[in-house]
């Protein structure tokens, strides 16, 4: 299929559409659990798998009828593999693809150097539809294909969140993992840079795929970053991020920005020549408040997930933070630690790596860093060897096997 020149352009209002949903009678009958977790990423399939196996009842509210793609780089650090085998997700008979390479092209240069711990890609429609059912395996009661519209205390005491169909749902505890999207009343501060970001999948060229195969590509350009690596299937994943006001420049169109990170990075020119556009048109989404950590929470909110913190995407950890922070919550809630005090401990132990990604992010923004940083990952590969482990969130798991080790 031939990607459709000046088919696509890129609207803000294409964004965050609601998918048509039914409603049945039944859902109409107000519920009452112990734990409510609104939304079925990655934070929120943690969290209640974690919860239901610990015999609490749970109830998981995801918008989406069935897991669809998400605008993410789709990279697996080690910790993220870690958490998952932990939660019963075999990543490799997914059909993850191990990555042990990093390559950083820039200009005209490019470098690369062996990944620190083992990682893997796959896709999110996989990873999301295996979380789900490993959700539904644990005894969590699913209600998928209706988003939550409000959340509130109840005169009781009790949270209470209200959906697009006028169901309600009560329950002592909620946990908010509702990713990139704020729900009304408790939203995340602006993000002052405008990211907006953007996946699209390719099938390359043989050479190219081949060439790509088990590393991850970070490229830089003015504006922002983009990132290409091998996924399940034999096809490739390009997430990338860039300043509004860049694609201003280029008149918000995805065609004349992808030309221009062409012309900015020959690399990429290099790996997407011939390469079969597999979307009719890339997903995206805006409002992505980088270095953001959820400072405190509103009346026992136990918040997860990028909720919680969002790390910038080139550290390929968003994932990892997710999991983490699901898992530290469910920790503080079986403990009966207040939502208060687990947030704020979360957001000490988070601040200096996160405070690193975001100035790491501020020099791969910075035209002579650009200009020199390839350079000076081929005299000094360990460089990135050690970014690689600072910008990584500490983990205290145990979980020694790796399902995906090259
Ligand atoms: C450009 C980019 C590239 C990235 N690349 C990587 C990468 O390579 N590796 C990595 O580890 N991380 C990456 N990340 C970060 C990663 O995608 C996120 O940090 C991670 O998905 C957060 O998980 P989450 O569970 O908080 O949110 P999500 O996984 O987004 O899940 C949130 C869920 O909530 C649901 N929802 C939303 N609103 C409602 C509602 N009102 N009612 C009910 N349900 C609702 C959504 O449908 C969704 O399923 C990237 C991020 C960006 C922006």
Request: aromatic share 6%; hydrophobic share 45%; net charge positive.
């Amino acid at each position: 299929m031939q990607y459709p020149a000046g088919a696509v352009q890129f609207q803000v209002s294409d964004l965050n559409k609601e998918i048509p949903v039914t409603t049945s009678n039944l859902n109409q009958i107000p519920s009452l659990d112990e734990v409510l977790v609104l939304g079925g990423g990655v934070a929120g399939c943690a969290a209640s798998i974690a919860l239901a196996r610990k015999g609490r009842s749970v109830t998981l509210i995801e918008r989406e009828p069935t897991p669809r793609h998400k605008v993410c780089g789709e990279f697996l650090s080690g910790e993220a593999l870690e958490d998952l085998h932990a939660l019963g997700i075999d990543v490799a008979s997914l059909g993850a693809v191990p990555i042990n390479y990093v390559r950083l092209a820039a200009a005209r240069r490019a470098a690369e150097a062996p990944l620190p711990f083992p990682a893997a890609s796959l896709t999110r429609k996989t990873l999301d539809t295996a979380l789900i059912a490993e959700a539904i395996a644990a005894g969590v009661r699913l209600v998928r294909g209706r988003s939550v519209q409000a959340l509130e205390r109840t005169t009781s005491g009790a949270w209470q969140a209200t959906l697009n169909d006028g169901a309600t749902y009560e329950a002592a505890t909620v946990f908010l993992a509702t990713g990139k999207q704020d729900l009304r009343g408790h939203t995340r501060p602006a993000d002052p840079q405008r990211w907006i970001a953007f996946k699209m999948y390719f099938r390359l060229a043989p050479a190219q795929a081949s060439e790509l195969a088990r590393a991850s590509e970070l490229m830089l350009y003015p504006g922002g970053y983009g990132g290409i690596q091998p996924v399940e299937g034999g096809i490739a994943n390009f997430c990338c991020v860039v300043q509004q006001r860049y694609l201003a420049r280029v008149g918000h169109r995805w065609e004349n920005f992808l030309a221009k990170m062409r012309q900015d990075c020959p690399h990429l020119a290099m790996r997407l020549a011939s390469a079969e556009p597999l979307l009719a048109k890339p997903i995206a989404i805006t409002h992505i408040p980088y270095g953001y950590i959820r400072r405190t929470s509103e009346n026992g909110l136990y918040c997860i997930g990028d909720q919680a913190a969002v790390i910038p995407s080139f550290t390929g950890d968003g994932i990892s933070l997710a999991l983490h922070t699901a898992r530290c919550a469910v920790a503080a809630y079986l403990a009966a630690e207040p939502a208060s005090l687990f947030q704020a401990k979360l957001r000490s132990a988070l601040l200096s790596q996160m405070r690193l990604a975001e100035l790491a992010a501020d020099g791969l923004n910075n035209s002579l860093a650009r200009a020199v940083l390839p350079f000076c990952l081929r005299v000094w590969p360990g460089v990135m060897r050690v970014t690689a482990r600072l910008t990584r969130v500490a983990q205290q798991a145990t979980v020694a096997t790796h399902a995906v080790a090259g």
